[in-house]
């Protein structure tokens, strides 16, 4: 089962340059969401989608844009890299949104660097 | 912003001694999750709590939620090598549940 994934797994960008990182899932799920982890913060909701043709933000969506166009995909792109994009990205899905009774499956992760 | 706070940040200790993560929030929370993640490695789910004062166990890790649902913790019994990572806990808003909160994360070492 290939579950959520991630791709790349590692990026190096120039300041001022775009790109889309991209994932997909086989599981069905209607919920998919990107994350960000720095160290010592956790992680940080950037977007999220509750369903094909639907996102909203979370807590750090600026210089991200998403978009759902099928269930199985949720690309985040990344307008005009910056320094403090320097993260991890991890994308995730779920059946449903909530934690209560519910399972979220992570990807395995985007390494950016932006120099 | 509904926030949570996991203490300690970093814990080091030998094989077979107990240790105690916490989580904890001024915000109530509709419910509890805990993940663990290796390096290199996305989260992956241990266990979700959703009852205030409700007690999980997996193993020799055991999981409590607050009365009050604001705070949480993880207890690990004779803690072994192979429990080495870095634990999450992640908590579902009231309000707007698909905002999962994270904590910043508890890095745990248990040397041989």
């Known amino acids: 089962n290939a579950g959520v994934t991630q791709t790349p797994k590692f990026q190096v960008l120039k300041t001022g340059q775009s790109m889309t990182l991209q994932c997909a899932q086989d599981?069905?799920?209607?919920?998919m969401s990107w994350y960000r982890q720095d160290p010592g913060m956790g992680l940080r909701l950037i977007h999220y989608s509750v369903g094909a043709g639907i996102t909203d933000q979370g807590e750090v969506p600026n210089g991200y844009n998403v978009s759902r166009s099928t269930t199985e995909d949720f690309p985040l792109r990344l307008l005009s890299a910056a320094p403090s994009q320097t993260s991890v990205y991890f994308c995730?899905?779920?059946?449903?949104?909530?934690?209560?009774?519910?399972?979220?499956?992570f990807g395995e992760g985007s390494w950016l660097t932006v120099v | 912003t509904q926030l949570l706070e996991q203490s300690p940040q970093f814990l080091s200790i030998q094989e077979g001694e107990n240790l105690t993560v916490y989580c904890n929030s001024s915000?109530?929370?509709?419910?509890l999750q805990w993940y663990r993640q290796e390096p290199g490695e996305g989260p992956v789910l241990l266990v979700t709590v959703v009852t205030g004062g409700e007690v999980k166990k997996l193993k020799r890790l055991t999981f409590q939620f607050g009365d009050a649902r604001k705070d949480s913790s993880l207890h690990i019994t004779a803690a072994q090598p192979g429990d080495t990572g870095l634990y999450l806990c992640a908590g579902g808003a009231l309000r707007g549940a698909q905002k999962l909160v994270f904590g910043q994360g508890t890095r745990l070492t248990i040397n041989p």
């Open positions: 599981m069905n799920h209607e919920y």
């Open positions: 915000s109530v929370f509709s419910s």
């Open positions: 995730a899905s779920s059946y449903s949104w909530g934690t209560a009774g519910n399972t979220i499956y």
